[in-house]
């Protein structure tokens, strides 16, 4: 359950959309260079997809935002479920209302397209 484009690393390798997807989150995490330390904040979270494999995969602590209520409800039960709820906070919030810290920040086809007045 994502929104965004997947990646397919070669065209035509078999590879399906579940692969497709996760290759998309190793490349995001991989240009994040993530590190277990980080703190993370993805704006724009979506269905936690993100979340939780930069979470499950490289250990860094995450707080994601969405403004919709079903996004928020399956993501907060996806990483309560994944056994995640100590390295990822998933919050429905706006994300101009953000405080805090963060070391690192991603928006996966989010923040592109809330225009020039918004960002």
Known sequence: MTYSCALWPKPDNGTGL?????????RLCRTL???PEDRLLEI?????????YAAT????RITAVTL????YVYAARRIQEAGL???VTIEL???????GEYD??????MLEAVGHRYL
Request: with cysteine.
């Open 18 to 26: 579940a692969e497709a997807q996760e290759s998309k989150y190793e």
């Open 33 to 35: 260079r993530l590190r």
């Open 44 to 52: 724009g979270c979506g269905w936690g997809g993100f979340a939780q």
């Open 57 to 60: 995969r490289y250990g860094c």
């Open 68 to 71: 919709s209520e079903n996004q």
């Open 85 to 87: 709820a100590d390295r």
């Open 93 to 99: 919030r706006d994300y101009r209302h953000i405080e």
């Open 104 to 109: 690192k920040i991603a928006s996966i086809e």
